[in-house]
């Protein structure tokens, strides 16, 4: 994908100083998902892999809400009257969606108000880092709709981030995580000003962008695949991968620039 010229039909898109803003817009039934945006946000972030100029993501939503979630009338609905085959076909794409974002090499900041519930409270989870306002509102409301809590990777990746016992209560009751007791548990890294939530989400994704990202491809790498695995094999597969960072050419400049008392210019190679 070129991100400059890089036009979606189911969500907005921006593209400046080498970070990708993703606004799910429409604000008037706050940000819904449908068959439609599932399968072109799961495009946009398996094309993200390739778009080298995208050094950071931001995800969040229009209007003062991150996401509802799946549409009741344009998913659910329909949902009830498609057999087996054809339900799987849907659920295997939606949990596609969290593989891209996870697959994706440059970590994603979720810039979060007001509503953010069902899918929109599963990209929230699948992002890097969650950036939230004092009226964010979180729920993973599977189980209100007579669904299992496990929806897309939400009972192997929650967990990673909130412990077992907090992701139980909100998968099984699928109530409402407030702001606050999300960051106490720290789902969200920090709450700040709805005013200030935009501005703040670029300036951590531009500070990312800034630095070496071949480097931090590698970080989310590795984040995403050591759970699986013993604590030495953890430590060989870092050896590795902190060789392979230690033979660019932003380790070299980083070098030089410590030595030259200035700040490092890093370029992703």
């Not at 100029?53 to 329909?78: Q, R, Y």
């Not at 939230?132 to 981030?161: E, H, N, Q, S, Y």
């Amino acid at each position: 994908m070129n991100p400059e010229s890089f036009s979606p039909e189911h969500f907005s898109w921006h593209f400046a100083d080498g970070v990708g803003t993703v606004t799910l817009n429409r604000p008037d039934r706050k940000n819904p998902l449908t068959f439609e945006s599932y399968a072109e946000l799961r495009d946009t972030f398996r094309a993200l892999v390739y778009a080298t100029d995208v050094k950071a993501i931001i995800v969040t939503g229009a209007g003062g809400n991150f996401s509802s979630g799946g549409d009741v009338h344009e998913i659910i609905g329909p949902l009830t009257k498609m057999a087996m085959p054809e339900l799987l076909a849907f659920t295997r794409m939606t949990g596609d969606l969290v593989k891209a974002m996870r697959a994706c090499s440059q970590p994603i900041v979720a810039a979060i108000d007001g509503i953010c519930v069902g899918a929109g409270a599963i990209m929230a989870m699948a992002s890097d880092l969650r950036l939230a306002t004092p009226a964010t509102k979180t729920a993973f409301l599977f189980t209100r709709v007579g669904l299992a809590g496990c929806d897309m990777g939400a009972c192997a990746i929650l967990p990673r981030i909130i412990g077992q016992g907090r992701a139980s209560d909100l998968l099984y009751t699928g109530r409402m995580m407030s702001a606050e007791e999300g960051e106490r548990w720290g789902f969200h890294n920090r709450l700040v000003a709805a005013e200030d939530l935009i501005s703040e989400a670029t300036k951590l994704a531009r500070s990312i962008a800034a630095g070496p990202t071949f480097a931090h491809g590698i970080t989310k790498t590795q984040l995403g695949i050591e759970w699986a695995v013993s604590v030495e094999t953890a430590i060989e597969m870092e050896a590795q991968a902190q060789a392979i960072c230690m033979a660019t050419n932003d380790f070299r400049r980083a070098f030089e620039a410590f030595a030259d008392k200035r700040t490092p210019e890093f370029k992703g190679d």
